[in-house]
């Protein structure tokens, strides 16, 4: 979960909170911040303070649409307002949910390819298990250490070489099969894939598709990104702000032994078939 990159806009007369019209549903550690600070740029666009969670968590589901629209930002009538919480897509209520709030929402789903979000979930549960228990104390032997202690080798992999699925990081890159749930719910075209690689790449495409996606005026462009070689990754520049995501996006990432990558890979690709299917998109991924 990450906070918000951004102090508010100041307030005008005549905005209102208005429940959001899109939603970035998932998926984790494939760059949700990024995409919502980068259509953020976006004069037509506001974004929620944070990660809401209201579909995905009960007790904020239970407290009702007025509880999350006070969370929302204040909007003029012409913008659009968006939400992201990544676990939204992983978990079953929510398309139901979304549904019954508006039907005609519109829905961003961003991938990477399956393995390189895998390292990065790891990365990311790595850093927070260091945080809570600095120095954990070791175990007596044979005792299984804490999983932010593991290697990605041993956690992905079951002791007889076969993939271990029940190891969050790589369930979660199984798309398909929390997709098709979504694709039940609603219509093909009010979700759009986003690829999470490109977007690392080469931002201005991917967000111009959007744009139209939305019903937006074509206006971010390649004025508004500088890349920041100390970081490694685009930055983002308005009139008003230059700004890069926190240390906390875009971590450096273990080295993973190739034949594991390639291994993994191999398992992926009929999963990432299915997901091209569901979605009548190649997204290119290497097996
Ligand atoms: P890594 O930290 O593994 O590189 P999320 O916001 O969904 O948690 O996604 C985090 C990922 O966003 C990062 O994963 C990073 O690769 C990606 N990302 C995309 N564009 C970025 C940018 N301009 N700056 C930093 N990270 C970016």
Redesign the pocket.
């Known amino acids: 979960e ?1 906070g918000d990159e951004d102090v508010g806009r100041v307030r005008f007369p005549r905005t209102s909170r208005r429940l959001p019209q899109c939603l970035i549903i ?13 259509l953020f740029l976006h004069p037509r666009v506001q974004k929620a303070a944070g990660e809401v969670h209201f579909f995905d968590r009960d007790d904020n589901y239970s407290r009702g649409l007025e509880w999350y629209r006070k969370k929302m930002p204040h909007s003029f009538p012409h913008q659009v307002t968006i939400e ?1 919480s ?1 676990s939204y897509f992983v978990t079953p209520e929510v398309p139901e949910r979304v549904r019954a709030m508006n039907a005609s929402v519109k829905l961003l789903l ?1 991938v ?1 390819e399956p393995v ?2 895998a ?3 790891y ?2 549960l790595r850093s927070h298990a260091a945080t809570a228990s600095p120095s954990p104390p070791p175990g007596p032997p044979g005792q299984q250490q804490p999983q932010g202690q593991r290697s990605f080798e041993e956690l992905a992999l079951k002791p007889d070489g076969s993939v271990n699925l029940a190891y969050r990081p790589l369930s979660t890159s199984l798309y398909y099969s929390f997709l098709h749930r979504w694709l039940d719910v609603f219509s093909r075209d009010q979700l759009l894939v986003v690829n ?1 690689d490109l ?2 790449e080469d ?1 201005v495409p991917e967000l111009r598709r959007i744009e139209q996606f939305l019903g937006l005026e074509p206006r971010i462009g390649r004025h508004n ?1 500088y890349f ?1 070689h100390t ?6 520049r308005n009139e008003t702000a230059d700004k ?3 240390e ?6 273990p080295r993973v032994d190739p034949a594991v990558i390639s291994k993994l890979r191999k398992f992926f690709s009929e999963h990432n078939q299915r997901f091209y299917d569901l979605v009548g998109q190649d997204l290119g991924w290497p097996e």
């Open positions: 990450d998932g998926v984790r550690k494939c760059g949700t911040r990024a995409l919502l600070e980068m992201k990544p961003i990477r390189t979000r390292i990065s979930d990365t990311q999470g977007l690392i931002p990104f920041n970081k490694g990754f685009f930055c983002l890069c995501l926190r906390t996006k875009g971590r450096r990432h």
